[in-house]
């Protein structure tokens, strides 16, 4: 069921357009991430819609009427909201702040009844702060005190929960734990929340979807999949990430790129065409390395499912793929010879050889004597790995005579490094 | 919460206690002293064989006892309103440019000679209730921007409207001669007097502030977290404020039209109510108009039995009693106090 739909909001603090044209739906059980640079109108866009702000132009619905036709009363018993500050100068108990969660549902005085205690009690429990309950909200830590703003939230018994960066003053022990029981509440409770989150691999691995805002506007919406992209973080953010897959939860990983060293001590390094042959997770970290330096790799053949595979797919590099446990076909090896001849190098990596995928050492062979440079990484002798009776080695040593250059990692980097 | 309820059962027990032998010793010190033992009986019997005593009770002490606790009750809950929605502890009912308002219409009166009745009240009291009211709505307006009163705005316009209408009243002043030992014992706060008549004029006033305060008191213990916090706990925030300003100034200012500027009762009694029992707005503001309204009547008695017949400004009372009172509290009760955690 839709909960919210923006139509082409905007909004402007003064001259200074923060929103430009949103248009965005949220589904009730959505567990959603607002990203974005500082200033992109994060903050914003959440205050659009729990209705502290007016947009200038287009309208936000709750269900179906606009969010600031709902009485402040109503409202604040179907949203609850975690702003990112709140003011604690009056030294009220833990549970007296609970509690106002309930001044939605009570009358003029606020007394609480049996059902009210109960709403209290439950939050204090879910937040896991049942003990500190009678103390000062002064003596409590950052995290238990970000918690008990949560917890009063939660004593609203709301549709829907907005946060603005929940976690941002914390250390990642409270993150984790704020962030499991918003994860617990979505899916036990059917809560919808909408976070405003800075931490882009937080929001990857919890968020159900995630909203990119670049200076007002929506730049992706979608999954961490879709939105997440090196495109989009370099678009958005301006800084040069590498994306990759953790696969505890197959979510995307940001990780920051150095930036390019600007002054003469080191050459930029020219990006080549580099074709690896690989197979079984021999070429994982050699790809990633050469992929981060900034060449552009092609892979293969390797059959479908290996570790290469899709290791290749994660990084986005062309591969030549065959069906699983199947020799390499005559088709698909003239496809690895042609991707060969294409590169500007061939690297072979320490991949055991056996009678399937002998093939792609004969291309190598054939790439070698046209001319191509190929590189051989020998670290783990070729007899060692020799699983065809003698003949990928003696295809070794030829490759070798021919002027196929053994080398290490380490080498092989410093090699294309210097550019030579 | 039932360690704040009993503590709550036992502030209020000792207050009441302070209250009636506050009461008691109110009626037999003075001028004349009536042995305190015998107060219950002539005061409830009009065939008394000391008529002139019952004369004395009935006509000057009690509702000058009456006057103290109202006027001390409505500056202490004005007080804790106003420390509340300005969130600032050193906000007092004068700072938003209440005391100043009043000063003004007073001194003016005064000045002036001006002489008539409205509304039942003598032109001072008059001017002075006019002169607090008008300048709290000017202040409002001054502070708002686009339909909404941010707090800040609100405290800094009355600080510069009260500095300014301080000015043109110390003006007037220079210009007064004679008059002016009654200024400086109006600006101290006095009920010297006062009676029956004064307080039937402004209980409807009192009243309507006191009822206006109750109704938003819940709504204040939101507020105190932020007004954006407040409204998402569902708080119609600007309609809050108004409310509470208005009823607040009408205590403030039916407390200033009686007796001028008594200072301190409503800046040190919510912060030790707040010691006492807690931040929660719903219990500390009734609890400061208790305490303030028996604060002050302990001081009005002294005020006029200290140096009999000479009575001493009853503001000078309170800064010199309430003074060392507070610092001793502040003191023992350093951890709880605002902000500064542990």
């Not at chain 1, 049996?114 to 009690?121: G, Q, S």
């Not at chain 1, 699983?324 to 042609?338: A, M, R, S, Y």
């Not at chain 1, 991949?351 to 190598?364: E, S, T, W």
């Amino acid at each position: 069921m839709e909960l919210f739909r923006l139509e082409d909001v905007s909004f402007a603090y003064g001259e200074e357009l923060v929103l430009k044209n949103i248009d965005l739906t949220v589904e009730e059980g959505d567990f959603i991430g607002i990203l974005g640079p500082n200033g992109s109108g994060k903050s914003t866009l959440l205050k659009v819609m729990s209705g502290l702000l007016h947009p200038d132009k287009g309208r936000v619905f709750l269900g179906d009427r606009e969010v600031h036709r709902i009485s402040p009363g109503e409202r604040a018993r179907i949203i609850g909201v975690v702003p990112q500050e709140t003011y604690l100068d009056f030294p009220f108990m833990l549970e007296e702040v609970v509690a106002m969660g309930r001044y939605p549902h009570l009358g003029w005085w606020g007394t609480l009844r049996y059902k009210d205690m109960e709403y209290v009690e439950e939050a204090l429990a879910t937040t896991g702060l049942l003990e500190l309950r009678q103390r000062s909200i002064h003596q409590l830590s950052g995290g238990e005190r970000q918690r008990g703003i949560i917890a009063r939230a939660l004593a609203q018994n709301p549709r829907v929960l907005l946060l603005d960066e929940p976690v941002s003053n914390l250390d990642i022990k409270y993150q984790q734990g704020i962030f499991e029981l918003l994860l617990k509440l979505n899916r036990q409770e059917g809560l919808t929340i909408i976070l405003v989150s800075h931490d882009l691999n937080l929001a990857s691995q919890y968020c159900q979807n995630l909203v990119l805002l670049d200076q007002g506007q929506l730049r992706a919406v979608g999954s961490a999949e879709e939105v997440l992209t090196p495109e989009n973080i370099a678009k958005v953010y301006q800084v040069e990430v590498d994306v990759e897959k953790w696969s505890p939860l197959e979510k995307p990983r940001i990780n920051l790129r150095p930036p390019p060293e600007e002054n003469g001590s080191s050459k930029k390094i020219k990006p080549r065409r580099i074709h690896i042959v690989g197979g079984g997770g021999s070429a994982w970290r050699l790809s990633k390395r050469l992929n981060a330096m900034g060449h552009l790799l092609s892979l293969g053949a390797v059959n479908e499912g290996d570790t290469d595979s899709e290791g290749a797919r994660e990084l986005g590099i062309e591969c030549i793929r065959e069906v699983p446990f199947h020799p390499i076909t005559e088709g698909k090896l003239k496809q690895t010879l042609e991707l060969m001849l294409k590169a500007d190098l061939v690297v072979v990596s320490e991949v055991p050889f056996g009678r399937g995928n002998i093939g792609n050492l004969k291309m190598a062979l054939e790439a070698l004597k046209k001319g191509k440079e190929v590189f051989v990484l020998d670290g783990e002798n070729i007899a060692n790995r020799d699983f065809t009776g003698g003949e990928a080695s003696e295809l070794w040593q030829e490759m070798k005579k021919k002027g196929a250059r053994s080398v290490n990692p380490p080498e092989l980097e410093q090699i294309l490094k210097e550019g030579e | 919460m039932g360690g704040e309820r009993s503590r709550r059962w036992l502030v209020l027990i000792c207050l009441a206690a302070l209250l009636l032998t506050g009461a008691l010793l109110a009626m037999a010190w003075g001028s004349v002293n009536i042995p305190w033992q015998k107060i219950p009986a002539i005061l409830f019997d009009p065939q008394t064989e000391h008529a002139s005593w019952r004369t004395i009770l009935i006509r000057l002490r009690l509702p000058r006892i009456l006057l103290g606790l109202v006027v001390g009750g409505a500056l202490g809950m004005a007080g804790g309103v106003f420390q509340g929605l300005l969130r600032n502890p050193m906000a007092d009912p004068y700072l938003v440019g209440i005391s100043a308002g009043a000063g003004f219409g007073a001194v003016m009166a005064m000045l002036f000679g001006w002489n008539f009745t409205i509304l039942g009240l003598g032109s001072l009291p008059f001017l002075a209730f006019a002169g607090a009211l008008t300048t709290v709505f000017v202040v409002y307006r001054l502070a708002r921007v686009g339909g909404k009163v941010p707090v800040t705005s609100f405290l800094l316009a009355g600080v510069a409207v009260g500095f300014l209408l301080n000015a043109l009243m110390s003006l007037m002043m220079v210009g007064m001669g004679r008059d002016l030992h009654r200024v400086f014992y109006w600006l101290m706060g006095t009920f010297s007097g006062r009676g029956w008549n004064e307080l039937r004029l402004l209980l409807p006033y009192f009243s309507l502030g006191f009822i206006l305060v109750l109704w938003q008191l819940r709504n204040l213990n939101l507020l105190v977290l932020g007004e954006e916090a407040a409204l998402h706990l569902g708080v119609n925030v600007e309609q809050t404020k108004v409310i509470l300003i208005v009823g607040a100034s009408l205590l403030t200012a039916s407390a200033v039209a009686v007796s001028g500027l008594i200072g301190f009762v409503g800046l040190i009694v919510p912060h030790i109510m707040r010691l006492l029992i807690g931040p929660d707005h719903r219990y500390l503001v009734p609890f400061c108009g208790l305490a303030g309204g028996t604060f002050l009547m302990w001081g009005d008695t002294l005020a006029r039995s200290l140096f009999p017949p000479l009575e001493i400004p009853v503001g000078i009372i309170t800064a010199l009693a309430g003074g060392p009172f507070f610092l001793y509290f502040l003191r023992r009760h350093q951890g709880r106090y605002f902000g500064q955690g542990g």
